[in-house]
């Protein structure tokens, strides 16, 4: 996690989930999330196993993150997320 990350109430970062095909077996191995510097992540948003998010991704509320968006600088929002807006870097 980088720094100045904000993280709304109730937000879930999973890195392990069980096997689809036998639930019964246990958690699958575990999976690093990795987030960018100055990140904010809503309320109520889950990030999975493997995921990727740049740095100043925003988050939005009650989002689920199922993939990476590694090049930061974008606002993503939904279930599953996707980009709705890119952010302007500073010149």
Do not use: Y
């Not at 990140?39 to 948003?45: D, E, L, Q, S, V």
């Amino acid at each position: 996690m980088g720094h100045g990350i904000m993280i709304g109430p109730n937000v879930g970062i999973i890195t392990a989930n069980h096997d689809l095909m036998n639930p019964n077996a246990g958690h699958q191995s575990g999976r690093d999330v990795v987030i960018g510097k100055n990140c904010w992540i809503g309320m109520n948003a889950i990030i999975l196993p493997g995921v990727v998010l740049g740095d100043h991704t925003i988050v939005g509320a009650g989002s689920v993150v199922t993939h990476s968006f590694p090049e930061g600088w974008a606002v993503i929002a939904g279930n599953p997320a996707k980009k709705i807006r890119d952010l302007t870097k500073p010149s």
